[in-house]
């Protein structure tokens, strides 16, 4: 059987590839669906033969009982960060906290438990900047306060690394659910605003008090010096991500073998081209090329890239350039599920051994490929429904009260309004949809108001 051939019959036998075609089938033009396969198979056996050439698959090595007895000893760390979703009266993001699990197998006694690791109520971002001038266009307002929430999001997450290494916490692991540095690129718009300076001191109390400024305190500066501290930890610390939307991997390994000289610049633009077109992703190409318990070693990346992901004219662009670069590596835990993406900041010193506790990790579970206490810490560092609303009401309360105090009739207007609001309620409806439905259930007979 021919390399092509096997690679073909893996994309029909792989789930997420398979139904990346379906979705293509819906949209694309017959020609394209025809092409689908070929196109594929062509660039996962181009692909492969670059890795290869590289050296760059390792076999990973788990024996349950035998792993975990050797791996006791170890501590890890999960950590994960929630945001509290619910529209508020200031557009910033209201309550926000980042949660670790922490877990050591033999430990005697507090073998797991949890650690409210960073918590936040209140403004996070300056009110005194471009955050209350609403836009005019509604949807650049809701684009906007996502970015915040995200920006909210990536900041406690990080700045929860930072403090178990102010710290000196002793573990041996520390994963975060997500990348490790992520893309700065939706925070470099004019008018995001900046961090308040009080929530800058404390969730970075490395930061020189006395030149904390406005641009010191804008999302890209603190980041960029939040993943600099991370960078100098003692203890190895993990991004991993469940499913990549993206092929950042394949595509920077083609340019270092079109720099080579291996690939010429033609055929490098025709498959970027290929991968463009068809959504080609990392997770769909490393899934029919991988088999369970390899690994591809990590390459390094440069996420930030000055004049293509940030914003053109933004005056960040020079500050890509300081952005510490990414290594990314992969791991396929099982036969049925997509690679996940391992990032770091520094390149690995124990690369199998560290790469085998992920996949021992993710292996916990029968049918799971995502290591086990990434899922547990998620759902401990989500803000649930009805701590977003109590805290919504006791804000709207506070604001009320302030209101009052200051006698601002439109202030206090607003404050009884948010207080009031209630969702609909079935009365609330429209009248004809309510009388259709009480003659589905009662025949003819009118509705009883």
């Known amino acids: ?15 997420s590839m398979f139904v990346n075609f379906v979705k293509n089938a819906i949209t694309a033009s017959p020609k394209v669906q025809s092409n689908f396969l070929d196109v594929s198979s062509k660039v996962a056996e181009t692909v492969l033969k670059i890795i290869k050439d590289a050296d760059l698959i390792v076999d990973l090595e788990y024996k349950g009982k035998d792993f975990w007895s050797i ?5 890890a760390c999960f950590v994960d960060g929630g945001v509290d979703k619910t529209s508020i009266i200031s557009t910033a993001p209201l309550s926000i906290r980042a949660g670790s699990y922490i877990v050591k197998p033999n430990a005697t006694t507090r073998r797991e438990f949890f650690e409210e690791s960073m918590v936040f109520l209140g403004d996070l971002y300056d009110p005194k900047n471009e955050l209350y001038d609403f836009a005019d266009d509604d949807f650049e307002e809701d684009q906007m306060l996502n970015k915040k929430k995200d920006g909210a999001r990536i900041i406690f997450e990080i700045a929860t690394l930072v403090k178990h290494i102010l710290l000196n916490k002793k573990f041996d692991y520390c994963f975060l659910h997500g990348p490790i540095e992520a ?3 939706p925070f470099s718009v004019p008018g995001f605003p900046t961090f308040t300076k009080f929530a800058v001191e404390n969730m970075f109390p490395f930061a020189n008090k006395k030149k904390i ?5 804008h999302f890209i500066n603190v980041y960029l010096e939040a993943l600099n501290y991370v960078k100098k930890s003692k203890f190895p610390i993990y991004g991993v991500v469940e499913t990549s939307n993206s092929a950042p991997y394949v595509k920077n390994l083609l340019f270092n073998y079109k720099c080579k000289g291996t690939i010429s610049d033609k055929d490098y633009n025709n498959i970027i081209k290929t991968i463009k077109k068809y959504k080609i992703t990392d997770s769909h190409l490393l899934e029919i090329i991988l088999s369970s318990g390899q690994a591809l070693k990590p390459i390094e990346i440069k996420k930030q890239i000055q004049g293509f992901t940030v914003t053109a004219g933004s ?3 020079e500050k890509m350039d300081l952005f510490p670069k990414v290594f990314i590596g992969y791991i396929k835990v099982n036969g049925h599920q997509a690679p996940i993406r391992i990032e770091s900041l520094n390149n690995p010193k124990n690369l199998i051994k560290d790469y085998e506790y992920i996949f021992g990790t993710s292996r916990l579970l029968p049918n799971y490929g995502f290591p086990v206490g990434l899922n547990v810490v998620d759902k401990f560092a989500k ?3 009805w701590m977003s609303k109590a805290s919504r009401k006791y804000y709207a309360t506070h604001l009320l009260r302030q209101a009052i105090k200051n006698k601002d009739k439109n202030t206090i207007s607003l404050a009884v309004k948010i207080l009031a609001k209630k969702a609909r309620s079935w009365r609330n409806r429209p009248i004809g949809g309510m009388s259709r439905w009480w003659k589905v259930i009662h025949g003819n007979q009118s509705v009883p108001y």
């Open 1 to 15: 059987m021919s390399l092509n051939t096997e690679i073909k019959d893996k994309i029909k036998k792989n789930s």
């Open 315 to 317: 005056p960040w662009e």
């Open 213 to 217: 400024d406005v641009e010191a305190r």
């Open 383 to 385: 803000i649930p429904n």
């Open 183 to 185: 893309t700065v690129m």
């Open 71 to 75: 791996n006791r000893c170890k501590t």
